[in-house]
Each structure stands twice: as C-alpha cells, then as structure tokens.
C-alpha cells in the first residue's frame, strides 16, 4: 500500500482509538509524544505510568507518596536543622554525644588502649601501655594520656620528663603540620598564676634538643592589643637589620640608612645616640636627661667636620672637680676663653690677647682676604636681630646692635656665614683668598680674628713685663707694699706704689744740715760742698774748667747742629754721625721696603753682608704665590749687638733663614716663620748667632 499520512485538521485534536476501544497492537519505526521521542515500549510521560497520578500541576510541585501512588504535591518547607527531619529506626542523623558513645562501643578490649567514657559530661579519656605510640610518641616508656572531649584534645605524660610528644612515624621524611581550619591560626596560650609559664612561648631546640631557642610573648601589662609582624621574602644581605614600616611588614635595610633625612640611634630610657645624616649634613647627637625630669636634651654633637659641640651655651663641663682629666693635648691654634681672650703660640711663647671691640672697628679677614662678598655695616647690625642669620639664633629681638661693640664672636660667624639678613638673601657671601683659607658657610671665629691687630695684647712674649692689672681679680693685686713680708704672687698697683714711695720720701731728711756728715755752717754763694776728710763742708770752687773748649783735649771749634764729638787719634772735636754698629750712638733705623725677590729667584731675598749701622728693618712686600725666603747677613760680617727687625707685609707665608752655608743659629734653630700678614720678629746678633727678642 502506498504510504499515506493521516494529519488532524488542528493541534491536539483527534484520537485513535478510545478508552473503550483501543487497538490491539501498533507497531512503529519511531513515536514522538509532545516533543519527546520514544523509541522503545512502555509510558512517554509521567501519567503514563501506573503509580503516578498528576493532575492540575503547579510550579514547584513535587511528587509525594501517599500510600498507594505517587501524586503532585506542594513542596515542604525548608529544613533549618536535624531536628526538623523525622528519624527513623536507622540512618541517624550526627551529634556530638552519639559520636562519643559510638566511638566508645568501637573500642573493646585486646586493642591495647583503656578507656574512662563519662557519658554524662561527653568526656571519652584514652590511655595506651606503649602501644599507642604508633601515633603518639611520648619519647620514653611512660604511659601516656590522651583526653578527647569538645573542647580539644590533649596529651599528658606521666614521666619523669614531663613533657609530651607529637610526632610522625616511619621512617620516610615526614613533615608535621598544623592546619587550622579556614582562617583560623595556630595559638600557643599563656596562663597566669604564682607556678605560671606567663605568657605563650614556643622553644626550637638544636640538633641534640640540649639547649634551644625561646620565643615568648610580652606580658599583658606592656601588650594590649595584637599585632602582625611579616618577615621579609628573603634572606637579606650581610649586616642588614630587619626594620618595620610601623604595621609590622618588615624589610632588610643596611644599619647605616645614609641621606634622606632618615636616622639610626640606640637608646635606653632617655639616654640616647643618634646618627643622623640629611643629605648635606651628617652628625653623631648625643642625648641625656640632666635634669631627672624624664625629657631627653641634646648634650653634645660631633659634626660632619668632626667638631664637638655641646648641645647647649655654658651648660655642660669637661671633667669634674673630684674626676678631672688626666691630660689634655691642644694644637699652637688657639684657646678662647670666653668671648674676648684668646691664648695662642706666637714665635714659640704663649701669647694672651683680648678682641679688640670698639665702634667702627672691623676684623682685617673682611679687608684682607676676601675675593668675593661686600662689607654692609647696616646688615652686620641688623645680625643681631632673633630673626637673622638664616639661623634664626640672633639674640636681641627688639633692634639691631648699636655698635660693633655689642657684637659677640657667635654674631661675626653667623654675619661671615649668613645666607639670609633682613629678608634678604646674600647672594655673594665671604670667601677668602688666602691658600687655605676658609670657604662660603665655613667661617670659624679663628678665621675672622686671625691677625694681630685685631687684638689688644695683655702679655707680650717678647716682654713679658707688658701687662695689663685690669685684666687680674683684685685678690691678685697687692693694694701696700709690706718690706717685712713682701708678696711673691701679687701684681703692685700704681696707687699702693705711689703710698709706699710718699711714705719713704716723708721719713728721710728733707735738707743737708740733716745729714750727719754734712756740715752747712758759714756757707756762701758759689761755694761747693767738699770733703775734708771726716765730713763734707763749703769750701770755695777749686777751679776746673766750664767748657768743652776749656779742655785741653778737646778742641770744639765752631760745631754744627746735629755734630758729634769724635775721637780723631789726639784729641775730640766736632763731626759729622756717621757711627757703625759699635758705636754708642747712631741715627735713626734704616727702612728698607723689599718688592722684589732676588735676581733669578721667585721666592728668595737675601739681607746684604755689608749692612751698616746699629739697627735695620725689612719690609716684606712682593708676591711669589709660594712661601718667601728671607736670608740672614752672616753674623761675621756684622758687629754684635746688630738688630734686624723684618715684618711681612706680603699675603704669602715667610720664613727667616741663617745664611747659606754657614751653621749660625737662630735661637738654637736654623730657621723661624712669621705665620700672619702685619706680623714682624726682631733679631739681635752677639757675633756668632741670631737671637729673637
């Protein structure tokens, strides 16, 4: 037969067969249901099935059992625990308590493990004679306990040791680990009470568990919070220290941190050394609490130039009373004692001065060895304001000074240094020009108060009797002179001299009849006192002559201003000064201004044999940009009692040198230098050497 389709005219609409009468048998190659292929027997839809009744479905519909078939019904609702589940006589559902008793009918007698079950408290305590180190090692024979309850296990040891194991098994390689659940951490606790461990600790022993590593938390008084600390993602390098970034991540860093404003110190209490270097500026401060108060103060600094500096003005000392300085070694430099007095070396003594301060007065360093840098009094002034310097460490806050007077050795230093005065900045700041000589920022008080002339000496090296009794407390000046018990240690003013001198002219004889053998009587005018030989009395002038001319050995002629009397070989008459070195005489030191050095040579001037006279003085002045040599005459060639007086006038240093080739000495040396421009040094010959005086 040919194939032919039977097609309902609609959708779901058509039967073959009834429920009456339905076809005995059908046979099909395939059988597609509502979209659903079937391609074997038996039902294409739930309906179809036996035991399944569905009518008028609803979504979230379940199927449920109601004793005889399967039926839609509403779902339950949602089921918040176990209890809200209906048990049965089996498949029980989990809780603590039938885990315990569970595990306790499991163990039976013959496993090597007794146990204590307390079902009341749900407490199941273990014990093993030995055989339960399969899992709990104890490390000796003792018996050990295990406890198992809600809270934790735990593990005691009935040893002698008193410490408890745990440990893996075996002979491989085993790593122990600890793993909390989630986020959960592995907590060592600490306890409290007069037998206490204190707070958490853990101890990493070595190789041979001898001795080992503690690590313990701090106490509660001291710790009120937790914290984190993170190590580092590697070893670092050789001597670096761990440093945290304050949330404790910690980082390798080098001990000495270098620039960037950051510092290192070790402290205890208030007592501290710190390092600190910006960049620009590196220092060591030093840091104590004088005064018990609990506040640190800055007790002494050493700069980036190795100055020691105490941390504040006349406060803190060098040495004690009861605990003094053994031995103190200072440079020739200088030593300043307060703000005015200087000691100092000069020509191998110790020379006293005072600064001098008056108003208008200027240190020669600002005229003499400044290339760059302009001199403004107002400005120089105005540094004493609070506000300026670029320090802002200015004292007098309502003005300038009035004169330079009032400046003290910290106001010349800040001035020669400063970047700022007035609100204005100093663009071209004080260097000097002198070879080594100080920098822009680097002037010292040494560098400014450098030449003689800046000070007014109070003990001269080279006469020592020129002092100045201003300078000494009354308690070292004698105000009367006592002849019976004269003062060895004290200064004679001018007043007690003065008394004492009036009181001796007083107490002798005011006229000649005074005196014991002086006889005055009968005396008359023109006559002479002469001695007749038991005592003096008047007698007429004997006679004598009343002039030069009367002289039988003089022969005065008509002298000019100025003439001499000298010796011609028979008698004196009038001549010309022209005396050398050994007369009693002579005229007036010869000045001798030397701008040259000797021909052929930069730096040498040789003092010509053939000088003359009793006195000379030698200017220095030319410039040879090295040190000058000036070279003595040979004492051979000069009478003894010479002087030779040479000052430098020159920027350059000078050295005084004895003669070439010859083994004269000056003051037991062979050469001496003038060490400041404007300085001299007097030289006096005795025939054979050159002393200084």
Known sequence: MATKN?????????????????????????????????????????????????????????????????????????????SDLSEGSSNLYFTNERVDDRVNALITTGTGI??????????????????????????ATSTVGVSIAKTGIGLTSTGSSGTGYISTQGSSNYNLSLDPQGSGIVVITGNTGSSSRGSGQIKINNQNNSYGVVIKSPLSNVLTADYTLTLPANTGNVDQVLKTDGNGVLSWVDQTSGGGGSSDFISEGQAKVETIDTGTDARIEFYVDPDDNGTASKAWEITENGHLLPGSHDTFDIGSPLYKVRDLYVSDNSLWLGDDHKMSIRAGKISHKKRKKSTNYIPRAFANYLSQGSFNRDKLLAIKKTSNGGDGSGTQTDGSATNESELTLADWVRYANATQIDGQNVS???????????????????????????????????????????????????????????????FVTESAVKSHVDTKISAISLSLSDLSNVSTSGVSSGQILKYNGSSWAPAADGGGSLSLNDLTNVSAGTPSSGQVLKWDGSNWSPATDNTGGSGGGGSLPALNNITSADSGSAKNYTISNTVTGIESTFLINFVANTTINVFLPNTASVSSGYKIQIKRLTTDPVTIKRSNGTTQT????????????????????????????
């Open 666 to 693: 000056i003051d037991d040396g062979s050469e001496i230098s003038i060490p400041y421009r404007y300085s001299s040094v007097t030289l006096q010959c005795d025939g054979n050497n050159w002393y200084i005086i």
């Open 114 to 139: 007794s146990k204590t079950y307390n079902d009341s408290s749900n407490t199941l305590t273990l014990a093993s004679d030995a055989t339960l180190q399969e899992v709990i090692n104890s490390g």
């Open 6 to 82: 039977i097609i309902p005219r609609n959708n779901n609409e058509g039967k073959i067969g009834t429920n009456s009468k339905k076809w005995s048998e059908g046979h099909f190659e395939s059988l597609s249901v509502a979209g659903q292929s079937v391609t074997g027997g038996g039902a294409t839809a739930l309906n179809g099935l036996t035991d399944v009744t569905i009518s008028n479905v609803q979504n979230n519909q379940v199927l449920k059992y109601n004793g005889s078939n399967w039926v839609n019904a509403a779902a339950p609702e949602t089921l918040n625990s176990t």
């Open 428 to 490: 071209n700041r004080f260097r000097s020009s002198k070879s080594g000589g100080p920098q822009e920022g680097k002037w010292t008080a040494n560098d400014i108060f450098d030449e003689d002339d800046d000070f007014e000496e109070i003990i001269d090296p080279s006469s020592p009797t020129n002092l100045d009794l201003n300078s000494f407390s009354n308690d070292a000046k004698a105000t009367t002179i006592d002849d019976s018990s004269p003062s060895a240690t004290k």
